[in-house]
């Protein structure tokens, strides 16, 4: 038995069509067939049953059918595994995040990165409020920040650490009338247009976290509007445009950031960064450590080791 077998039979188990499975494979039907016949006769066991109406998965094709996937998830990870060790000087790193959450750490962390690993390659991609974890996963990037992340729908798979704490502001323009004001109440800016990160009916986490203090506090904003990302953000604020729920350290010169007078966790934005579990990716080992040893995570916790 080859891995070439359990390709060809999960592929036509999921198309239960022997043509459709050879078309996609690129092989001929008889020669698609034959692989079939000589894994089964290896298991032991019919796996495929045909009819006119179809291919259909038996019993026992069923359960080999569960295995033989997770089989060849193992297998694709282990092979991207070694390109990563491989290539340890010479591959590329990926993070995603909110720009204002890495932009406090890059010029310590990404310029230590760099002078140990020169000839890496590190992509960074800019995602707004959006979730992380679901690239994570999938391994489509090494490492990640976050806000506000759900501890319970995180899994066992990705490793996380609070960064620091912080409480939501009122991000409103220069010449807002509020502007000038030390600290701002939310029924102070009721009735005013709410901007958002994100693509119109994403409900991304900006988004959620806007519809979530503004519920809690019974504000009825005039709308709430999403704007594509952080740079236009801050421009349409600057213009008052709207107003946005944000965190401390905005630099935008045509923006002004005020705390709130309101108190509560629904105020509160955590930052954290996330990587997978049991990495052997040496380039985000050692780019966790690096964070690790450059950020003293809040309240004095210490951060979890990369594994």
């Given at each position: 038995?080859?891995l070439r077998h359990l390709r060809y039979f999960v592929a036509v188990a999921r198309c239960q069509s022997f043509r459709r499975a050879a078309e996609e ?251 997978r579990k049991n990495s052997r990716s040496l380039l985000c080992r050692s780019f966790v450590e690096m964070l690790r040893e450059e950020k003293e995570l ?10």
């Open positions: 038995m080859e494979l690129h092989v001929s039907q008889p020669a698609l067939s034959k692989q079939i016949r000589d894994l089964e006769e290896s298991v032991g066991a019919r796996l495929l049953e045909r009819s006119r109406r179809g291919t259909k998965v038996t019993e026992a094709g069923e359960v080999f059918h569960r295995e033989a996937k997770a089989i060849l998830r193992h297998v694709e990870r282990a092979a991207g595994l070694a390109r990563d060790t491989a290539n340890e000087h010479h591959g590329r790193f990926e993070i995603m995040g909110i720009g204002a959450v890495y932009k406090q750490l890059q010029t310590r962390v990404l310029t230590r990165f760099h002078r140990e690993h020169p000839k890496v390659d590190i992509r960074i991609r800019e995602v707004g409020f959006q979730d992380v974890l679901a690239d994570l996963r999938r391994e489509k990037i090494h490492f990640g920040y976050t806000v506000n992340i759900d501890e319970q729908a995180v899994g066992d798979e990705v490793r996380h650490a609070m960064l620091w704490l912080a409480r939501v502001c009122i991000a409103v323009g220069k010449e807002h009338p509020l502007a000038g004001r030390k600290s701002v109440s939310l029924r102070e800016i009721e009735g005013e247009r709410f901007l958002c990160i994100g693509q119109e009916g994403s409900n991304g986490l900006h988004r959620r976290k806007t519809e979530e203090v503004l519920g809690h506090y019974g504000v009825k904003p005039e709308l709430i509007q999403e704007i594509g990302g952080e740079e236009s953000l801050y421009s349409m604020i600057g213009a008052n445009y709207g107003v946005a729920l944000t965190f401390p350290g905005v630099t935008d010169d045509q923006v002004v950031t005020l705390p709130m007078k309101e108190r509560g966790e629904h105020l509160e934005m955590r930052f954290s960064a996330v990587w809040v309240a004095g916790q210490g951060m979890p080791e990369a594994e």
